[in-house]
C-alpha cells in the first residue's frame, strides 16, 4: 500500500501545477480533438494510468522503507525530485518570457514544463527506486507534450517521401509502369500525389503509441523492445503505400469511383488494421523467441549447479 503522506503530497504538487497550467493543459485537449495530427494525444494519460496500474504492485513495495538506511537511501530522491520541479520551472520560464516564441512552441514549453513538475514530484513524494521501477510510464509521459508545427512538418514531409518511394516499388513490382517525381507518382492513367492529408501521420502515431505499450506489456528485453518500436516506423510507411497502391490500383483497373470514394477517405481504419496485425505477428516472434531464450539460459543454469 501506499502510505498516505507521499500519496498526498503527491496529489497537492499535481493539484498546484494543474492550476497554474490548465490553459496550457486546456489548448493541448482543444489540439487534441480539433486537430488530426495530434489526436493521439487523447490515448497519453489513460495509457499511463493503465500502465502504472498493472504496475503498481512490484512498484509500491518498493515505496516504505524497511530500515534505517534504506530510510536514508530514500532522502537522495530529493536530490532528483527537486531537480526536476527546478527544470520545469526553467521551461515555464522560459514560456513566458521569450517574446519570439510562437504559439505552438509556447504551448510545447508549457506541456513540458508541467509533465517534468508531474515526474519531479513523483520521484520526490515516492522516491527513486519506485520511480525507476515506473520509468516506462513515466517518460511515456512525454509523449503528451505537443510537438511544435515546425518539427511536425518535418515529420510530414518524411513520411509523404518515405510513403511516395515505397509506393513507387510497389508498382514496380507489380509491373505497372512507374515514374516519381518527389510526391507525385504517375501511373497509366492516372498521377497520384501524395499530399499533406496522405502522409497518415494520425494511424502512424497511433501505430507507434501502441507498439510502445504492447513492448512494454509482452517483452522482457530491452534490445527487442526497441527492435519492435523501430519496426513500427517502416511498417507505417509500408501501410500507407499499400493504401496508395491499392486505390491507386482499383481506381484505374476495376472503377474510377475508387479514387474518390468511402476506401479513400474512410479506408483509414482497414489499412492501420493491417499494419496492427504485422506489429502483432513481430511481438509474437519476438516474444517467442524471447521465451526460448530464456528457456535455454535457464536450462544451462541447472546443468551448471
Not at 515516492?126 to 505537443?146: A, H, I, K, M, Y
Not at 501505430?207 to 534490445?223: C, F, G, K, V
Request: net charge positive.
Amino acid at each position: 500500500m501506499i502510505k498516505r503522506a507521499p500519496k498526498a503530497a503527491f496529489l497537492f504538487l499535481c493539484a498546484i501545477s494543474v492550476i497554474v497550467a490548465w490553459h496550457p493543459l486546456r489548448d493541448t485537449l482543444w489540439l487534441a480533438t480539433g486537430d488530426g495530427e495530434y489526436t493521439h494525444l487523447l490515448l497519453i494519460l489513460p495509457a499511463v494510468a493503465a500502465l502504472i496500474w498493472l504496475e503498481s504492485g512490484k512498484a509500491w513495495r518498493l515505496s516504505s522503507p524497511s530500515s534505517p538506511s534504506e530510510s536514508l537511501k530514500s532522502l537522495w530522491a530529493l536530490g532528483p525530485g527537486l531537480s526536476l520541479l527546478c527544470v520545469s520551472l526553467v521551461f515555464a520560464g522560459f514560456a513566458r518570457w521569450r517574446m519570439d516564441l510562437s504559439p505552438d512552441e509556447r504551448l510545447t514549453a508549457n506541456m513540458l514544463a508541467l509533465v517534468t513538475w508531474w515526474l519531479g514530484a513523483f520521484v520526490l513524494c515516492f522516491g527513486t527506486r519506485v520511480s525507476r521501477s515506473l520509468l516506462f510510464p513515466l517518460g511515456f509521459l512525454f509523449l503528451l507534450v505537443p510537438l511544435p508545427r515546425f518539427l511536425l512538418d518535418e515529420i510530414v514531409a518524411g513520411l509523404q517521401q518515405a510513403s511516395a518511394f515505397t509506393a513507387h516499388y510497389m508498382f514496380f513490382f507489380a509491373r505497372v509502369p512507374v515514374d516519381q517525381h518527389g510526391i507525385l507518382i504517375d501511373i497509366p492513367g492516372l498521377t497520384v500525389e501524395v499530399a499533406k492529408e496522405c502522409s497518415s501521420i494520425r494511424s502512424s502515431s497511433m501505430l507507434l503509441i501502441t507498439t510502445m505499450i504492447l513492448a512494454q506489456l509482452l517483452l522482457r528485453s530491452t534490445w527487442r523492445k526497441w527492435l519492435a518500436i523501430a519496426l513500427a516506423i517502416p511498417v507505417s510507411v509500408a501501410k500507407n503505400a499499400l493504401r496508395i497502391f491499392t486505390i491507386a490500383m482499383l481506381g484505374t483497373r476495376v472503377d474510377p469511383s475508387y479514387l474518390t470514394g468511402k476506401l479513400h477517405h474512410q479506408g483509414g481504419i482497414v489499412f492501420f488494421s493491417i499494419g496492427l496485425g504485422c506489429m502483432f505477428f513481430v511481438l509474437w516472434i519476438l516474444h517467442r523467441n524471447e521465451r526460448a531464450a530464456f528457456s535455454r539460459m535457464r536450462s544451462r543454469t541447472r546443468k551448471a549447479g
